[in-house]
C-alpha cells in the first residue's frame, strides 16, 4: 500500500491550493484519512481529519480556512485551502489507516510529503 500526495506549490497569501492524496495498492477498506504538517523547526502538526462516514475535524488554526473531504470510490483524501497565511508554510503529509485484507488489522501508512509555500 502506498500514499501518493500532490498540489502543493507556491502561493501569495490569501490564496488557495488543493492538496490530493491517493492510496493504491492491495485495499480492503481505508478508516480515518487526515492531513498533518510540518514547518521548519516546529513539531509535527495534526491539521485535519475524516473519518470513513465523513465525520471532519480540524485544527483551530485552520477552522473556517482548510476543509477536508474524501472520495471512497477513488481512494482519495483532500485537502481544499483557503485563505493561506504565510504560518500555512509547511510540508504537507497525508495519512491513512489502511486494512488490506478482511482478515488484517488496520496499519497506518503516510504519503511522502507535498510543499507548500504561502509568500508573496
Known amino acids: 500500500v502506498q500514499l501518493q500526495a500532490s498540489g502543493g506549490g507556491l502561493v501569495q497569501p490569501g490564496g488557495s491550493l488543493r492538496l490530493s492524496c491517493v492510496a493504491r495498492?492491495?485495499?480492503?477498506?481505508?478508516?480515518?484519512m487526515s492531513w498533518t504538517r510540518q514547518a521548519p523547526g516546529k513539531q509535527r502538526e495534526l491539521v485535519a481529519t475524516?473519518?470513513?462516514?465523513?465525520?471532519?475535524n480540524a485544527a483551530d488554526s485552520v477552522k473556517g480556512r482548510f476543509t477536508i473531504s474524501r472520495d471512497n470510490g477513488k481512494n482519495t483524501v483532500y485537502l481544499q485551502m483557503n485563505s493561506l497565511k504565510p504560518e500555512d508554510t509547511a510540508v504537507y503529509y497525508c495519512n491513512a489507516i489502511i486494512r488490506s485484507s478482511f482478515y488484517s488489522s488496520g496499519s497506518t501508512y503516510w504519503g511522502q510529503g507535498t510543499q507548500v509555500t504561502v509568500s508573496s
Open positions: 495498492g492491495s485495499i480492503f477498506s481505508i478508516g480515518a
Open positions: 475524516i473519518t470513513s462516514g465523513g465525520s471532519t
